[in-house]
């Protein structure tokens, strides 16, 4: 018999068995889920990845003694939290919005270490009890691949603790789908969720989504992107930094390193991003000399390309404008590659990479604070709209840039450490660690 | 008199041998000339060239696995998955440390024979499409790669070795360019004149035939997924140690740029004879003109425009001339 023909006998049985094992692992996953009524909360689009690592993370709620609603704190504790949150000492609390500085009063009291390993489990897992509360919350992320999407959820799980009235928490990840994403809204819903949170990535095409949470019950809040043009019954809060302000910031930060508006390179992230031409025309507006565009789809590969491009066309950017730390590190490759002198960088968020690549390669690096807490407000917002209290519709936070010092690079940190984001450091060491 | 001028042109054509890699050959010269002239006077600095050069490699290293699947008629989707394995395993198995940068190249090469021969068997085997293969292949890699790299992985710089020879260069051109031109020299000669490669091409281009002729054609076409799983794997670790932070993204955006340099290099889908050396053009070809159009500072929708509209008329002049053989012979 000729090898082909083997291979068509071999196939047939192979495609019998293969047919035959998967009717088996079907029969099996229904008679599971049927059987699994209570114990199994995690929806199909949720991420594998924590899943395995910790389980559906399902564990006892613990006493919310010691939460933060019921300690008192002085003012030099609140301030002492807002200069961490916004890496500054230049604001003060007292100037905050009110939803803003609540959160920050909710973060500063010290957890206690029941509360401190109860988020810890919450957070390698994809569900999770945290207290005996009526609430549900739900997290719908877009993406949970990187250090600092992690940091964010860590974030909601500890605001959620400060909340008595949180029982469940429901996490998912849509792996950058929108699909995926809206399909994580609708499970959440279907799961009980009455209080959900998520990232403004997706502006207008996941507003009907958002609607269609909102009509199923639950409060929809937002955190970081600023939204446009949202219908009224679409959101129930959002808090974001307004891009024409950290606009602003970026224009003092260039003329501070250069001592001009100009001329720079504005880097943008992601093709088409409305986040990205608005702080674009904002700083325009703000009279910025703008000699050069480029995309990096927020890839270390893109980000070199970009720098790349910028040096070969021999445009005269004093100063590269972005949005994304994590990547910097490849802008600068392109310039340590080329032997080209690096040019000032002034970036939203920080990453400890792109701090200790400047260390070793000094040159004029300016960020702001990655703000993953940023997500507490929308939370915080969430959560006590589903409890039925008024709360704004808009909260906005400042962002201010700051000069990077060698010195705060951490050796003993991963490179896309986000910096400080008022997460514990007991918590911080063991997130890092891959615990 | 008119017939005599065409005969003198074939002649003239037939003389240098009109072949796909003939003319996307003349087509990268063109480019270059037009970057250096048109779009940026240095485009053979040191500057441009030590940016550029490791881009063009990694695409013409992925791009000649893809070619390999592409002569078998199918095509491969879970290349970009393969290569964002490869960052993951680099970082996990070696922890950063050179000293464990062979084990974790071991694993590497381990995971990507066993990627390919899934691909293969599945595809070859039980004659299921190429396309959804490697598609589900693609997704099972990707969930794995996310469940063993963990949320935040603790170790997220390759090891030191790996990026220093990753971005050295030679006057300016990346070693990884240069290793891919030897790999593109190398996998022309095994296929063109070693028995085993002509055996492949047997296989790849008229399976029938090679079976009856006694050729282990099955064999072989499964070897051609194992190949350039392989292949991917060298891409993902090369990258790795470019990027020298390999995040979850790292093969994304060489899928659809690797059919295309496989394509422009003359190969067809439906499967057939390719040659590595047009491939390494095609994907040349790809890299400047998207350097060129970001130099320019077009926008990504008019980037895509216009790459989009290149490719059109480039697989336009090659499919006349594939055609111009058959003329000339219809003519004499």
């Known amino acids: ?435 | 008199m008119g017939s005599t001028t065409e005969t003198a042109a074939a002649r003239g054509l037939g003389t240098i041998r009109m072949t796909p890699a003939v003319v996307i050959s003349g087509v990268v010269v063109l480019l270059l000339l037009v970057s250096q002239i048109l779009v940026t006077g240095d485009f053979f600095s040191r500057s441009t060239l030590s940016t550029l050069t490791p881009a063009i490699g990694i695409l013409v290293v992925v791009a000649i696995g893809q070619a390999f699947v592409i002569s078998t008629g199918g095509i491969d989707l879970s290349l970009p998955a393969t290569m964002t394995l490869m960052g993951v395993i680099v970082l996990k198995q070696s922890e950063g440390q050179n000293g464990k940068l062979l084990g974790a190249l071991a694993v590497c090469a381990i995971a990507c024979v066993v990627i390919g021969l899934v691909n293969g068997v599945l595809i070859e085997g039980l004659r299921l499409n190429s396309l959804v293969v490697t598609l589900a292949v693609g997704q099972l890699v990707t969930g794995y790669t996310e469940v063993y790299r963990g949320s935040v992985p603790p170790v997220q710089h390759v090891p030191q070795n790996l990026s220093d020879w990753a971005g050295a260069d030679l006057g300016g051109v990346s070693y990884i360019l240069i290793v891919s031109f030897v790999f593109a020299v190398l996998a022309t000669w095994v296929l063109h004149r070693v028995v085993v490669g002509r055996r492949l091409v047997a296989g790849s281009t008229v399976e029938r035939a090679a079976v009856l002729s006694g050729i282990k054609a099955p064999l072989y076409r499964i070897a051609a997924y194992v190949i350039a799983a392989l292949v991917y794997g060298v891409g993902g670790v090369l990258a790795a140690g470019q990027i020298q932070i390999p995040d979850l993204t790292l093969g994304e955006q060489y899928l659809l740029t690797s059919v295309i340099a496989v394509v422009i290099g003359g190969a067809v889908l439906t499967g057939g004879r390719v040659s590595p050396i047009a491939t390494l053009m095609g994907a040349i070809f790809i890299t400047v003109l998207d350097f060129d159009l970001r130099v320019e500072g077009y926008s990504t929708g008019v980037r895509m425009i216009i790459q989009g509209a290149v490719l059109v008329l480039g697989l336009s002049l090659l499919f006349a001339v594939r055609r111009l053989p058959i003329r000339n012979k219809r003519r004499s």
């Open chain 1, 1 to 435: 018999m000729s090898l082909s023909g083997k291979f068509d006998r071999w196939g047939r049985w192979l495609r019998l068995t293969v047919s035959v094992g998967a009717v088996a692992v079907v029969a099996a996953l229904v008679l599971t889920g049927c059987g699994g009524g209570s114990s199994s909360t995690s929806g199909g689009s949720e991420t594998t990845a924590t899943e395995a690592e910790g389980g559906t993370g399902e564990t006892e709620p613990v006493s919310d003694e010691g939460a933060a609603g019921e300690v008192t704190i002085s003012e030099a504790e609140l301030q002492a939290t807002v200069d961490e949150a916004l890496s500054s000492e230049k604001l003060k609390a007292s100037g905050l919005e009110p939803l803003v500085k609540e959160t920050f009063e909710r973060a500063t009291p010290e957890l206690t270490s029941a509360q401190l390993d109860k988020a810890y489990e919450c957070w390698k897992g994809t569900s999770c009890t945290l207290g005996d509360g009526p609430v549900t919350l739900g997290f719908a992320d877009n993406f949970s691949g990187n250090t600092w999407r992690q940091f964010t959820k860590m974030n909601v799980i500890l605001e959620a603790l400060t909340h008595p009235e949180v029982g469940k928490f429901i996490y998912t990840d849509a792996n950058y789908d929108l699909a995926t994403y809206q399909a994580n809204l609708r499970s959440l819903t279907a799961q009980g969720a009455t209080a959900i949170v998520t990232p403004e990535e997706y502006g207008p095409a996941a507003y009907s989504a958002f609607a269609a949470a909102q009509r199923e019950g639950a409060k929809v809040a937002t955190f970081l992107g600023q939204p446009e043009k949202v219908p009224a019954n679409a959101l129930t809060a959002a808090s974001n930094y307004d891009l024409c302000e950290t606009a602003g910031e970026m224009v003092a930060a260039t003329e501070e390193a250069v001592g001009s508006k100009g001329p720079v390179a504005f880097f943008e992230g992601l093709a088409g991003s409305t986040q990205d031409a608005k702080l674009k025309e904002c700083l325009e507006d703000e009279g910025v000399e703008i000699v050069f565009t480029a995309a990096t789809e927020y890839t270390p590969s893109g980000a070199q390309k970009a720098a790349s491009a910028l040096i070969s066309s021999g445009k005269p950017a004093k100063a590269i404008l972005y949005t994304y730390s994590n990547v910097v590190p490849g802008i600068v490759d392109g310039y340590l590659k080329a032997g080209e002198e690096i040019p000032t960088i002034i970036t939203l968020t920080q990453s400890n990479e792109t701090i200790c690549q400047m260390a070793e390669h000094p040159y004029p690096l300016y960020v702001t604070n990655s703000a993953n807490w940023s997500a507490r407000i929308a939370t915080n917002a969430a959560i006590a709209a589903a409890e039925g209290e008024e709360v704004p519709r808009s909260s906005i936070f400042p962002l201010p840039f700051y000069k990077a010092e060698k010195s705060e690079c951490e050796k003993d940190k991963s490179a896309e450490y986000p910096g400080p984001a008022l997460v514990p450091d007991s918590l911080t060491e063991k997130m890092l660690a891959g615990q």
